[in-house]
C-alpha cells in the first residue's frame, strides 16, 4: 500500500511541474500579445532626463549648416574647460540618427566633457 501511494505522490509532483512550465510559458506569451519586442539601450549621461531617439531628416545643405554648429559648440566647451577632449567626427561618419537639434547637442557635449572616470568604486584613486 506505502508503494503505490510514494508512486501517486510521485507521479502527481512530476505532473505539477509539468503544469507550471506551460504556464509560465504561456504568461510570457499573453504579455508580448504574440509579438517580437526588442530592447534598445539608450545611454545617457543624466538618467532623470530623458533622450529623444526621433531622427532628423535633414538634406545635405542642412547637414552642413549643423555640422558647423556642432564644431562651434564643441570648440566653446573645450575652451570653457580648457581642454581639447571633445573631438567631432568628420561628417560623412555621421549615422542617421546621429543628427539632433544644436541645443540637444549642446547639452550632451557638457554632459561628456565633464564626465570623470575613477576607479574610487574598487577604493581606488580618480583616473588621470
Known sequence: ???YFYTGILIGACMLAGC?????KKSAEDMTNGQST?????PAANKERVLSIITLKLTPEQKENY????????????????T???EL???NEFQPQDWIEPEEFRKIAADRATW????????GDPVE
Open 1 to 3: 500500500m506505502k508503494n
Open 20 to 24: 507550471s512550465t506551460n504556464a509560465a
Open 38 to 42: 526588442e530592447a534598445m539601450n539608450i
Open 67 to 82: 555640422y558647423k554648429k556642432y564644431g562651434e559648440i564643441v570648440e566653446n566647451i573645450n575652451a570653457e574647460e580648457g
Open 84 to 86: 581639447n577632449h571633445l
Open 89 to 91: 567626427v568628420p561628417i
Open 116 to 123: 570623470q572616470f575613477t576607479s574610487e568604486s574598487f577604493g
